[in-house]
């Protein structure tokens, strides 16, 4: 893989990626994934939060007892593909100066470390300065760098806490529930907020790269994962504004059209999405049921009045929903002109023709685990695609190549510094 010559736009460039857990090493995926050249550094003293714990999947029981936990876990290996990986110990003053030897051969430093981290290393964007006068430092602190809870320790359910994302998940409350001001508020516990900030920081290195390339200066740019949560619920604050009511939790509902939402079908918890936009659409959605009575109810007459009956309404889909499998009811209403969707858990995502079609999921082989199959690209071009090549590193695996070969350290230097536990 490493003689291959480079492949995608981005390959004229080197990142490297100081990322943990979720948020900061993706946002290098994604970038990885379009060519660029990303090494992973991390160490046995400081494993990447997901290589720890016991592996979501495979029935080896031994592993840990041989050290394979970390090499096992299929979350690290999608977030990790086509990247690199060294083992410095940056509690070492040897492992830091290898890194600073890294990063004056690089065009980008990616972090997502608590404000502080880099500069007690000596790595603070002044400092990366001496080393490469137009170097990109990209930092994804949790809250920012500077405000009263730039300290706190935080990750996405936190996160999106604080951003109001949780304030606008769940169902809407009972009539008894609003009477004793209770409201049901949802937790999202799938890291919505990692994604988001990491789309926003990959897009951040590419501008910065674009503007380096046309002025000749590099930047530091801080992508503060909170605001970029909050930057996703334009509409909530917007409707605080300019009602001075907070928006309470819809469920699948919508404001502006019914009906929306998730309906029971057919087979054991299986449901359907149903979404008739406009009146046409109304239409074709009385059309594909037949036109039962309830249909020219005047609750139901027009968009406002179906939303302000919106509860009888779903009361009576539903009753025509269970009646059929989600993808008779996807395909009759289609034929008419309605979106309607089965609503898919992992498997029928993966087996689905479509997505297969897409391409939405890559094979790798893993050596550890053999085939494995990993999210593909969040994207299709067709000038400059990206791919999906390798698969995640193993720990240590490219020291020689990266601080032999690319950097020049001698063999018996990097004996001796793993002896000493700097590459480690």
């Not at 057919?266 to 594909?288: H, Q």
Request: glycine fraction near 8%.
């Amino acid at each position: 893989m490493l003689d291959e010559p480079p492949n995608g736009p981005l390959a004229p460039y080197r990142i490297v990626d100081l990322g943990s857990a979720w948020a900061g090493p993706m946002a290098a995926q994604l970038l990885a994934d379009m060519g660029a050249q990303v090494i992973k550094v991390e160490s046995r003293e400081r494993l990447d939060g997901l290589r720890l714990g016991r592996p979501m999947v495979g029935e080896d029981a031994t592993g840990g007892d041989r050290g394979l936990w970390p090499e096992l876990q299929p979350v690290f290996h999608s977030i990790n593909r086509n990247k690199l990986g060294v083992t410095l110990n940056l509690k070492t003053n040897e492992g830091v100066n290898l890194l600073k030897r890294l990063i004056a051969r690089s065009d980008v430093v990616m972090n997502n470390f608590s404000p502080g981290v880099m500069d007690r290393i000596g790595l603070d964007y002044p400092a990366l300065q001496k080393l490469r006068p137009d170097i990109i430092l990209v930092s994804m602190p949790s809250v920012g760098n500077t405000g009263p809870l730039k300290d706190i320790l935080a990750y996405a359910p936190i996160i999106q806490a604080l951003s109001g994302l949780m304030s606008v998940v769940g169902y809407e409350s009972t009539e008894e529930e609003q009477q004793q001001e209770e409201r049901l508020v949802g937790e999202l516990q799938s890291p919505w907020s990692d994604a988001v900030a990491s789309v926003h920081a990959g897009l951040a290195v590419l501008a910065a790269l674009r503007h380096r390339n046309r002025s000749g200066r590099g930047q530091s740019i801080e992508v503060a994962q909170l605001e970029a949560t909050t930057s996703m619920l334009g509409e909530a604050f917007l409707s605080c504004q300019m009602t001075g009511l907070e928006q309470p939790p819809h469920g699948n509902r919508d404001g502006e059209f019914a009906p929306h939402n998730n309906y029971p079908c057919l087979g054991d918890d299986k449901w359907v999405s149903i979404g008739a936009k406009t009146e046409d659409e109304w239409r074709g959605f009385c059309r594909a049921l037949g036109h039962p009575d309830w249909t020219r109810d005047r609750r139901f007459a027009d968009r406002a009045s179906r939303l302000g009956n919106v509860s009888a309404l779903d009361g009576y889909v539903s009753e025509w929903t269970r009646r059929f499998s989600a993808q008779e009811i996807t395909e009759k209403l289609q034929e008419h002109g309605v979106a309607a969707m089965p609503v898919m858990n992992i498997e029928d995502q993966f087996l689905d023709q479509h997505l297969q079609q897409r391409q939405a999921y890559a094979e790798v082989e893993h050596p550890h685990i053999g085939s494995e199959w990993v999210y593909g690209m969040p994207w299709l071009l067709s000038e400059t695609p990206g791919s999906v090549r390798t698969p995640a590193p193993i720990l240590g695996e490219h020291n020689d190549y990266v601080l032999h070969q690319l950097l020049g350290v001698p063999r018996t230097e990097i004996e001796r510094l793993q002896e000493r536990q700097a590459i480690y």
